[in-house]
């Protein structure tokens, strides 16, 4: 999946009423222009900012991103949180976008879950940071072959975008359905049956009978209301694919076409994933020949660079063609290959969803997803507490010495990296604990008020209190239900 292309339609439709230009020229899928439209805000120190610039700082950050400047993408991020460090609602959910959005792009899946799980269940989400939020968690699932999951969390979206303000937040969720529903379908026709990590996600028929997504044929495709050429693009590549891989020799040429022409993409580079789904596409629509002809186009900077999800479908691709061209050999060794990565993803790198985002179901907290969002050297400190939560006597103070730094610094990086404070992050870190116990409780017998002490909260009221604002619910409700 070209995570990009969804990307750069949340980033556009978020900045489309105070960023007009920016969000047109994403939206036309030139990230450089709209980087342009907005790189000014750059150049000016911490002290020049004025009024709105926090939202231009965010908007050169995706601009940057998307033009795979990673790294100058999150020290622009940083000066965006930092704009709006006072605003403790905005920055806390802007933080886990952004780290989210990061990490999808790494292929850090448990970590971009952890975080647009965060986005989801945070009362301080607008509705389209909501609608946001639930597209990754659907992107996520959709990687991960975890269709169920996916189907639900974009069921979710689409409700959403249907009280949304701009009708193409509805046409966002559409694409990315379609997406889903063609990439399935593709990647689990009958000639690519030893397919074994797609074909495991057959229960993808959520995608396809689901109430969201009807069975992906090419009229079906036409229903979106097109009106950006980032969407026009994506979609005609989607109903290419689709027709190659049910054998059709027309479609072969335009994706043949569409995939060697960057011009197409944002960025102007056609991304190393869709060139991999249109080999796919290829093989299971038996174009044999094509597939050779659009495997060798991929440079092995190319290859180098896939992300580990899609190195398992170019190591199947791979296999597939060199067994077509008599390199029994090289096929058996790219096979047994993919075979043992197929089997890790499978079995090890499942992740339990909040399925379909309830505001009230946050996640437990990932090491992983909240060290993210701190520099290098605050990581230390959230590892510190993560060690040393359940020692009662855990202060902001212990953990500033940890790592030798003031408690007024810690504060001030944790505010503006997260935001929330050390000490409320151990307040809601010793919850979660509580609820996990609650919940974990098999045996019975079990009172809120021990399971609390454990974990150092002494004052019932306090507990009620606090628990029902993290969580929605009751201490009682939760060990109860």
Known sequence: MVIKIYFALAAALAAKASLPRFAAALLDGDPERAYESVADVSDRGTRQLIEGDGERLLAVSDALLLLDRDEEAEQEYRRAQKACRHADDRLRVMSCRNAGWQALKRARYFAAHSCFARMASDDGATLEQSIEAQMGIGIVHHLMGQQRHAAAALEHAAQLAGDARDPLWSDAVALLAVDCAVRIEVFGSALLADHAFWQSGRESDAFITGAATQRVLPDSLQKLRVQRPLIDNHLDY????????????????????????????????????????????????????????????????????????????????RAKVAAQRGQMQSALQLYASYSREALHCLRAEAVQAPVAGSRGNAGASSPDDVSMRLPAKYRRAYRYIVEHIADHGLTTRDVAAHIQVTERALQMMFKNSLGVSPGALIRQMRLEGIRDALRTDVHGGVTVLDTARRWGVNSRSTLVKSYRKQFHESPSETLNG
């Open 238 to 317: 989607l109903r290419q694919l689709h027709a190659v891989a049910h054998g059709d020799a027309d479609a072969s040429l335009r994706l043949a076409a569409i995939t060697g022409d960057g011009a197409s993409w944002p960025g102007r580079g056609v991304p190393a994933e869709a060139k991999i789904a249109a080999v796919l596409a290829a093989l299971g629509g038996n174009f044999g020949a094509l597939a050779e002809r659009m495997l060798d186009t991929l440079t092995k900077r190319e290859m180098d660079g896939v992300a580990p999800r899609w190195n398992l479908d170019l190591l199947y691709a």
